[in-house]
């Protein structure tokens, strides 16, 4: 399966943005989606996500309450509804596949890693 994140961009603090992770191949593989997020210099932190089938959600005490993730199985993509953004959102956004639908936190616990899209807040 392959995973390609898009949506990124500028928007300036308070602003909302939509982040999609489009799902191809073997998707029938998928288990869970999560979106993660890498700020320069830092590492790699969970964000959010979700289980493939029942569509439970899991999210990082830092985006609960302004972030939503959802799916839709017929068109395999999770999006990842951003609000109430803040400078410290600003990071290359990834959105991974974990075989298991148990929801985790941990980046080592999903593969499939697509290539991530740029989400900068400016105050």
Known sequence: VQLQASGGGLVQAGGSLRLSCEASGRTASIGAVGWFRQAPGKEREFVAAISWNLGNTYYADS???????????????????????????????????????????TPSDYGSWGQGTLVTVSS
């Open 63 to 105: 985006v609960k309450g302004r972030f939503t993730i959802s799916r839709d199985n017929v068109k395999n993509t999770v999006d990842l509804q951003m609000n109430s953004l803040k400078p410290e959102d600003t990071a290359v956004y990834y959105c991974a596949r974990r075989l298991g639908s148990r929801l985790s936190e």
